[in-house]
């Protein structure tokens, strides 16, 4: 069964008066990550090896394959912008008590969590994702990978929340500032209900 272009959680004009426009939105929904989804699809239909495999499966067999590197890129895109949809909302920024208690817990503050995500996503060079995980220990977890790689190949933990710095994701909104970008992410569109959710 061929992959889908997930529908957004939110109309994509609801996150404008937080920061992140319609026409951002529809480029990077409606065009790059369908982009990811048609190229994947076009993939498994030739690629007897990918067929009947999950989407989480895919990007595990592909990965630190050379001659599947461009199915890494495309399963990992598309698993990724399926991920950072969910982890924005029209009312983010809200900072749910459950996960609060946590990042206290292993950060120390609430600021001190915020600096290290902003820290994470600002210092990839690059194109790439910063994330919250928790780790295989138990303990919450600030990270960042290049490109199409997830937390799922690298083995740092379950995915909580993900915001994208690949430059489509802010460059309208935000110019060449991506330090303001994420701080305005993390303020107000990130979705820490969703994330606390996630921790089960
Ligand atoms: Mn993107």
């Not at 994509?12 to 790059?32: D, F, R, Y």
């Not at 928790?134 to 995915?159: C, D, H």
């Not at 915001?163 to 992410?185: C, G, K, L, M, Q």
Request: charge should be negative; include cysteine; proline fraction near 5%.
């Amino acid at each position: 069964m061929a992959f889908e272009l997930p529908t957004l959680p939110y109309s994509s004009n609801a996150l404008a008066a937080v920061g992140m426009c319609q026409e951002t939105l529809e480029l990077h929904h409606g065009k790059h990550h369908n982009a990811y989804v048609t190229t994947l699809n076009g993939f498994v239909e030739k690629m007897p090896e990918l067929q009947g495999k999950s989407l989480e499966d895919i990007v595990k067999f592909a990965h630190n394959k050379p001659e599947l590197t461009a199915v890494f890129n495309n399963a990992g895109q598309h698993l990724n912008h399926s991920q950072f949809w969910l982890s924005m909302s029209p009312t983010g920024g809200k900072m749910p008590g459950k996960l609060e208690a946590k990042i206290v817990e292993d950060f120390g503050s609430v600021a001190a969590f915020k600096d290290a995500f902003k820290t994470a996503g600002a210092t990839q060079f690059g194109s790439g994702w910063a994330w919250l995980v928790l780790s295989p220990e138990g303990k919450l977890k600030v990270t960042k990978t290049p490109n199409a790689s997830t937390p799922l190949v690298t083995g740092e933990g379950k995915v909580l929340l993900v915001y994208d710095v690949w430059e489509h994701a802010y460059y309208v909104d935000f110019r060449n500032r991506r330090p303001d970008y994420i701080t305005n992410w993390l303020d107000k569109i990130a979705n820490y209900e969703y994330a606390e959710a996630q921790l089960g």
